[in-house]
């Protein structure tokens, strides 16, 4: 719970602070680029840290990752520049992404499925906090203080999770030599980088059809195709490809992309929508975020009453419908911005995510046995954290392309609207290809999935 509210607060405490960034460091076409380097950080680093923890045990990966976001956190503190606060996001992100998978992979280990559904409101519970707390500081600190307060916050939270785990928490793995699969890491890596630099630069500083854009896909695309050609061969692969072959955990995976995607659009651009169309103060436009994720953490931990009776993929589908109702209900009435609408429209799309995200992850979980949990949970992040990259991307070239086409290309508030608006139809229409993904996944009720794995090592 001490780890997960690492990456809870962080996920919600930046967003309110953005405007207070731009106008401090400049640089208001570059700020996606705060939530993608650290979203890429995190999504290329996910298989890697799974692969060990399937191999060398879940504690040191976890106290690796919180070191590393602990040193980024404190430089981001520091930050003197745009480019610099950006560089330092990407360490926080490698941090985050040993953090929270593998949080959730203690509790798969320690929990049988029918436990998970019971613990679930108290893990659900960190995100409820972090709901609110998150946008509170991140507004107060803007509003009151400064920004870089929202990076100094995690310093004692680091120390505090680090020692309670290292006191906690014991496992016993058997130790054997292992091969590193480097060259996957590597292609993986530097394949989805040059895919999210395209879609970000592509239409700023690079037109779509400049020698750069097309370069930078073609050449992403060709390292992933190589990713997959060294992991058929690999002897221990980083991402192995016998995931990508059972439907429930295809489905899952593709579910977990259009969370990603989802969450992305609205805690990253709902702030800048309402303190730039009608003033709103930062904390106001922090708490109305929360609603996004106080609905989600509420939804969550009632799941397991929904999964446990009617399965994993009915519980997925009500989910979906919920998160498409309210992205359209936030697309439909940002026409005229109001503070009380935007936040009722959130914190539907926060049930819903509540109730497709902890059902798809555990219903995958619960398929594998232990030795191959790490992998799964990694891959279910992954997707996830790739769904958020390559969505701030996507959101961020589409907002930027409508401000770069107005007359002056400034951001008065007429032209902030219309970008925000076109984000949130995108938002919607990838929570209606969410449900399209929730409906291919299989007919399995709880005792279906659930593998008799050999008793976890864990404690």
């Not at 509790?107 to 613990?119: L, Q, S």
């Not at 890491?185 to 400049?210: C, Y």
Request: with cysteine.
């Amino acid at each position: 719970m001490l780890t997960t509210g690492l990456v809870a607060i962080d996920s919600t405490i930046l967003a309110t602070a953005v405007p207070s960034i731009v106008s401090d460091l400049g640089g208001f076409a570059q700020f996606p680029w705060l939530f993608s380097i650290y979203l890429l950080a995190q999504a290329v680093s996910v298989p890697v840290y799974a692969k060990l923890a399937d191999t060398v045990g879940r504690k040191p990966i976890v106290l690796i990752g919180i070191a590393l976001f602990l040193l980024g956190s404190v430089l981001c503190g520091f930050a003197w520049s745009m480019p610099a606060l950006i560089v330092f996001r990407a360490i926080q992100g490698l941090g985050a992404g040993a953090v929270q998978p593998m949080a959730i992979t203690i509790a798969g280990d320690i929990y049988t499925v029918a436990e998970r559904a019971k613990t679930q409101g108290y893990l659900a519970s960190v995100w409820a906090i972090s709901s609110v707390v998150g946008p509170t500081l991140g507004g107060v600190f803007s509003q009151f203080l400064s920004w870089r307060w929202i990076f100094f916050v995690n310093v004692p939270l680091c120390i505090l999770a680090a020692w309670m785990l290292i006191r906690t928490f014991h496992e016993s793995i058997e130790r054997k030599r292992h091969r590193i699969d480097y060259a996957g890491s590597t292609l993986l890596t530097v394949g989805m980088s040059l895919l999210i630099l395209a879609v970000l630069e592509g239409g700023q500083a690079w037109a779509w059809d400049s020698v750069w854009s097309i370069g930078a896909f073609a050449l992403g695309a060709l390292l992933l195709v190589a990713f997959a050609l060294v992991e058929r061969r690999a002897a221990e692969p980083v991402l192995p490809l016998w995931v990508f072959s059972r439907r429930l955990l295809v489905t899952t995976t593709l579910v977990s992309l259009g969370i990603g995607a989802i969450l992305i659009g609205l805690t990253s651009y709902v702030p800048t929508y309402l303190e730039g169309t009608i003033g709103s103060a930062p904390l106001v436009a922090g708490l109305a975020v929360a609603a996004l994720t106080l609905g989600w953490p509420l939804a969550a931990s009632q799941s397991g009453r929904f999964y446990l009776r009617i399965g994993f993929r009915n519980t997925a589908l009500i989910g979906t419908a919920l998160a498409v109702i309210g992205a359209v209900a936030l697309a439909a009435t940002s026409l005229q911005p109001s503070v009380v609408s935007v936040a009722i429209s959130c914190f539907v799309v926060g049930l819903g995510m509540g109730l497709v995200a902890t059902p798809t992850l555990i219903a995958a979980q619960s398929s594998v046995p232990w030795n191959e949990r790490g992998v799964v949970t990694g891959t279910n992040m992954f997707a996830r954290s790739i769904g958020s990259a390559v969505g701030v991307a996507v959101f961020g070239a589409i907002a930027n392309a409508i401000i770069a086409g107005t007359a002056n290309g400034e951001k008065d508030p007429g032209t902030v609207q219309a970008a925000s608006t076109a984000v949130f139809v995108a938002t919607a229409i990838v929570a209606a290809l969410t449900i399209v993904a929730a409906l291919t996944m299989p007919r399995a009720r709880v005792e279906d999935v659930e593998v008799a794995a050999a008793p976890s090592p864990a404690e």
